[in-house]
């Protein structure tokens, strides 16, 4: 199976990981993006096109959190936005929460999903219910911010250099997958801001070099 990987800018900035969220099915982008990234996704991810926004905002990467099961929504999240990633056939659910940027607190497979233990119990409890998975509370590099510091597919885990050898471990046995270090756009250690990835490719920042794409195959594809 290839695993494609593409460059790409949005809004001027390599940060694609914001504004971008995807699944196996479907990516879901700004309404106002540039017609020519459906394109790219299409090609790279293999997926539909869906422009959806969350609270009027284009950073659907950061106030999302999906998987091929369902969708997390923060609280700030319009009700004519919910039912649009209700029309996705999609397990959708809004998290009780005091944090917005609920993306940085969640790292989801498939099967399990990293919880960051700042997370509500009750907020917890519905990312095991919504995306069908095995719930695990833990920190990467001491850090709470699990979601912000990997990117993962079922194939692999890629996650920042500050993850030690404990951490690389536990992530092998909590996801039942490879689990290497990278970075994104020329040294970026928080890599959902600059990688849009599922089981066929990845879509990065344009200023990710030559051996973070290397490495970003080596794990991912």
Not at 50 to 66: E, N, Y
Request: net charge negative.
């Amino acid at each position: 199976m290839t695993f494609d990987v593409a460059p790409l800018r949005i809004f001027g900035t390599s940060s694609v990981g914001v504004f971008i969220t995807t699944n196996n099915s479907v990516t879901i982008i700004p309404p106002d993006a540039p017609e020519k990234i459906d394109d790219v996704v299409r090609n790279t991810l293999g997926t539909s096109v869906a422009r959806f926004t969350v609270a009027r905002s284009p950073l659907l990467g950061i106030f999302t959190v999906l998987n091929d099961n369902g969708v997390l929504l923060p609280p700030l999240v319009l009700e004519e936005e919910v039912k649009l990633f209700k029309s996705l056939g999609l397990n959708v659910e809004i998290v009780n929460t005091k944090y917005t940027a609920i993306s940085n607190l969640v790292l989801a497979g498939n099967r399990v999903a990293l919880v960051s233990p700042l997370l509500e119990p009750g907020a917890r409890r519905a990312v095991a219910d919504v995306l069908g998975v095995e719930v695990v509370v833990d920190t990467i590099a001491g850090n709470p911010l699990v979601g912000a510091l990997a990117v993962l597919n079922s194939r692999g885990v890629l996650v920042a250099p500050e993850a030690t050898d404990d951490d690389l471990k536990k992530l092998s046995e909590y996801f039942k997958a490879r689990v290497d270090v990278g970075t994104v756009n020329k040294g970026r250690s928080f890599l959902r801001g600059g990688v849009v990835v599922n089981d066929r490719g990845a879509l990065v920042g344009d200023e990710t070099a030559g051996p973070e794409l290397m490495r970003l195959q080596q794990v991912l594809g």
